[in-house]
């Protein structure tokens, strides 16, 4: 399974009253990672978008194990999986120095330019099965 590993550095902005990072910022950095795991394959979003595709976020879950704060480094780890025959779900961890913070998911309904939902056009269904292992099955005798 392809994982794509992004760095980000928290910036002021980013922070909130207490000196960390606002709780928010955990889905624009899952983001970020996506749109470079995209790129990881040669294809943008503004590219797909461009081909009448869209993946608008329908679900997005976040668990928080460690408080993040101004200037870290941070890596965003990103990886997919198929959640349906129209729903894409990208897994997400951020860490810094090896300490796990942030864990969690989106899931993206595979939408036309009128907003109607539809499956992966072949295209992108080749181009997503390309990061995707699939479990062997067990050897049968």
Known sequence: MRIVETQV???YA???AMGQAYYGNAL???EAGRAEWFRSLGMSYRELEAKGIYLPVVEAHSFYRKPIFYDDLIIVATRFQFAGPARLRFDCSIR????TLAEGYT???CVDRERRGLRPPEFLRELLETATVRPLKPHQP
């Open 14 to 16: 980013d922070t909130d």
């Open 28 to 30: 624009k950095w899952f």
């Open 107 to 109: 899931v993206h309904a």
């Open 96 to 99: 810094r120095e090896g300490d």
């Open 9 to 11: 550095r928290v910036i």
